[in-house]
């Protein structure tokens, strides 16, 4: 057992002094919305946008690596309020949803790149992994409270441009709640839906 576990040590010491480290900056769009627990109200999605940096360690030779980041990410929602009477006698009309988060995401990719030369110009790649949110502010939507965070996750596919630029689009979804109203009990929603992102990589 203790050669098992010197042997993995051994090699995940190996594999981490190969891996090559470079960190870019981030910018992307969402077209997102909030998905209650149960349908009273329609929701309509609204588009957010996303700005960041990110740093990308791939093992070289099995395409393998992980990326992680810190980036500030827009959640935006139209909420119909008006079509039930709860809200309504209080005069709520459809009302946008907006919350501005801190978000750290740690993924876990894949970049092909056997291709003869070719993945100089284009390589494609996929990745996924747990988002992690701390709410930093929100427009204060009245009929609403806030968490103060919330774990989602994301997956993507896409492709590298001349070593340089990583265009990619995907899918996230919340696991936790991001809001609830006030008047109703369980009555919480998670975001979810599309988003573009392009990385361009300084070193």
Known sequence: ?????????????VLTASAQFRWGVTAGFNFEKQHFKQDLIDVDAQAGFSAGVLGELMFPGIGLGIDFGLNYEQHSSKLHFEQREIWASDGFDAMRSTIHLIQIPINLRFKYTRLNGIESKIAPLLYGGPVFNIQAGHNGVAPLEYSAGSIGLQCALGAELFTKLQVTAGYYWDMT????????ENFSAKPQGWQVKVVYFIK
């Open 177 to 184: 709640y991001e809001t609830r109203t006030r008047k109703l």
């Open 1 to 13: 057992m203790k050669r098992i576990f010197t042997l993995v040590l051994l090699a995940v010491g």
